[in-house]
């Protein structure tokens, strides 16, 4: 195990919050050398609370407008920073800044690459069933989530997670691989596994669009979206007009019900109601309605009293 007298590489750290605050603090208890901090642009929401954070640690926070401006860049050569280490950041950093730091930029990514490429692998993996994801550590290049791999550990999905769950727990393996890579580069050459060719199944961000649920679709693949946008995002529905968020849902067989088209209240229960899809009752049970309230399907169907054959869209 190293101490912090051991690591005596020059790191330069960035990100932008969650992981960040995650990443800044794993590296610095395992005593790793940051030299610098570089955080979000200006007019980020979370540009102040970051460097505040930073300057709490006792860290060099380094202000920049464009990522390629010569100050930024002379900075950066001036730290004689031997590798920067990237945890959560929203903008593509160019050749020029790169090839200021010895090294080059090490990023941390939610997956394991080439699989689920792009900014929220997290949700994508979810959605699409899959039984397991990870983390990668790879060099960045001009592309994104393209540069050769470092390493990687896997990580099993458990049944029923939310991407809040597994945000959570990728953060914490990713610290703990790039621990192990800075361990690594303290004493040698760290690995360059060049990544395959080809196209991989994508783990970009959702458009506006994707987020209202398609009740087209399985009751479980629906209750699998529901999950993958819980409670960062959220899946979106409409009833009566007004915006419908849900946290979580079941799934039901319809053989006890009769045929209704999807997107339909099917039935009517006491504590709960069961939306058609093209397979299988959607129950939703954890829900917000519009400014009215956020509560369970009791609530529902007590405040708003729903009608078997009205239509969520």
């Known amino acids: ?48 609370d970051f460097k505040n954070f930073i300057y709490s640690r006792g860290l060099n926070y380094i202000d920049f407008d464009e990522l390629d401006e010569p100050q930024l860049i002379q900075t950066i050569k001036d730290l004689e920073v031997d590798a920067a280490v ?6 593509k950093v160019p050749k020029v800044l790169r090839d200021a730091t010895k090294d080059g930029f090490l990023n941390v990514h939610p997956s394991l690459l080439p699989k689920y490429r792009g900014g929220n692998p997290y949700s994508r993996v979810i959605m699409n069933g899959e039984a397991e994801t990870g ?25 029923k997670a939310t991407m809040g769950t597994i945000f959570n727990e990728l953060n914490f393996i990713g610290i703990e691989l790039l621990l192990q890579v800075l361990q690594m580069y303290e004493t040698q050459d760290l690995p360059r596994i ?34 993958a946008l819980n409670p960062f995002i959220m899946a979106s529905t409409t009833f009566r007009g007004n915006l419908m968020k849900i946290l979580k849902a079941e799934v039901a067989s319809d053989a006890f019900c009769l045929p209704h088209p999807a997107g339909t209240l099917a039935k009517i229960e006491d ?43």
Do not use: W
């Not at 990237?86 to 903008?91: A, I, T, W």
């Not at 550590?137 to 896997?154: N, Y």
């Not at 954890?286 to 054959?309: N, T």
């Open 86 to 91: 990237v945890c959560s950041y929203n903008y």
């Open 1 to 48: 195990m190293f101490t912090r007298s051991q690591f005596k590489k020059r790191i330069l750290f960035v990100g932008i919050p969650d992981m960040a605050y995650i990443g800044i603090d794993g590296l610095l208890m395992a005593g790793v050398n940051i030299v610098g901090v570089m955080g979000p642009k200006k007019d980020h929401n979370m540009y102040g």
């Open 194 to 227: 060049p990544q395959p060719k080809g196209t991989f199944i994508s783990g970009n961000g959702l458009s506006d669009r994707e987020l209202f649920i398609n009740y087209e679709k399985t009751a479980e693949e629906i209750e699998r979206f529901i999950r």
């Open 135 to 159: 983390v990668t550590v790879h060099f960045m290049d001009d592309g994104f989530d393209t540069g050769d791999i470092i390493a990687q550990k896997p990580y099993h999905i458990p049944a």
């Open 271 to 313: 504590d709960k109601f069961f939306i058609a899809t093209s397979k299988g009752l959607l129950v939703p049970t954890v829900m917000q309605f519009g400014s009215f309230f956020i509560g369970d399907s009791k609530d529902f169907i007590r405040i708003v009293d729903p009608k078997i054959g009205e239509e969520f869209k």
